[in-house]
């Protein structure tokens, strides 16, 4: 997904490591200044509540950039 969204030109992404509000360890991708939080819920494409999870570290995105490019 985050490489989709690199081709598309979009550039304001986080890709994080979070817990949700059972804590358990999850994986989002955040889009827009985390106005969108995308693929998470089952069943739906996007989510924008961002109050469910606690964000405990951010990935570099900075070696997905160097492949796709």
């Known amino acids: 997904m985050v490489y989709t969204l690199l081709m598309l030109g979009i550039q304001d992404i986080d890709f994080v490591?979070?817990?949700d509000d059972n804590r358990e360890d999850v994986v989002l991708v955040?889009?827009?200044n985390a106005k969108y939080i995308l693929n998470y819920y089952p069943n739906s494409?996007?989510?924008n509540t961002l109050k469910?999870?606690?964000i405990n570290a951010k990935f570099d995105l900075g070696q997905i950039v160097?492949?796709?490019?």
């Open 17 to 19: 490591d979070a817990k």
């Open 30 to 32: 955040l889009v827009d």
């Open 45 to 47: 494409v996007l989510s």
């Open 52 to 54: 469910d999870f606690k």
């Open 66 to 69: 160097k492949h796709i490019k």
